[in-house]
């Protein structure tokens, strides 16, 4: 296989690693991405699609096209909800069960949750979905099945917080604690307001 210098120079500043959603579909680089973060953390997560967050502010501050509060690489690692994914935002319904898949293709012990996170405010929203004290443990003979197959509920209390495309994700994030990696791979959904929400409102 060829491999140009300019590859050769990505692989040698990336550690490849180590983990991503892959279903429900996750949030993906593209226009709306490049422009924010630029093309260097763009070509980063394209490269390597499970990266961690820790070598991208780096990559990214020599970038003249970088945005730091646009980006906002602590959130999705920067992705960006794109014009061309709206069509593919998942419609969930208050108390539905959610089966999800995580690829690991790295271990590091360390812990990690399933959240609802409002956009806005890079905040989860009430409690955590899901919550593992040992994670991704590479002590381990093998990996607990629970670390990469796991079902979440959305929960019936997110009233109008998550009615807009765009307005939550639901965030699977991992942190190493020995490697101080953080992963973070997000799934774009919007709940329909409940029904006491909409009487409220139209109450007021
Ligand atoms: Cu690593």
């Not at 990505?10 to 959603?21: F, P, R």
């Not at 994914?85 to 690991?104: E, L």
């Not at 929203?125 to 590479?138: F, H, R």
């Amino acid at each position: 296989m060829h491999i140009s210098i300019l590859s050769l120079g990505l692989l040698a500043t990336q550690v490849l690693g180590h983990g991503l959603i892959t279903k429900p579909w996750p949030r993906t680089p593209g226009a709306l991405s490049l422009a924010a973060c630029g093309p260097t953390v763009t070509n980063n997560i394209k490269g390597d699609n499970t990266s961690h967050v820790e070598g991208l502010p780096e990559a990214a501050m020599t970038d003249a096209k970088y945005n730091a509060a646009e980006c906002n690489l602590w959130l999705c690692r920067g992705l960006q909800l794109e014009e061309s994914a709206k069509a593919n935002v998942i419609a969930y319904t208050p108390g539905q069960k959610v089966s999800m898949s995580v690829k690991i293709s790295i271990k590091h012990h360390g812990t990690a949750n399933v959240s609802i996170i409002s956009t806005k405010t890079n905040k989860i929203i009430g409690d955590e979905l899901l919550y593992w004290d040992k994670y991704a443990d590479e002590r381990l003979p093998a990996m607990p099945a629970n670390n990469t197959q796991f079902d979440v509920v959305i929960p019936t209390t997110l009233g109008s917080q998550c009615a807009n495309a765009g307005d939550c994700v639901l965030q699977w994030w991992w942190y190493g604690t020995a490697a101080r990696q953080t992963y973070e791979s997000c799934v774009d959904f919007t709940v329909a307001p409940t029904m006491p929400m909409l009487e409220k409102r139209f109450e007021a």
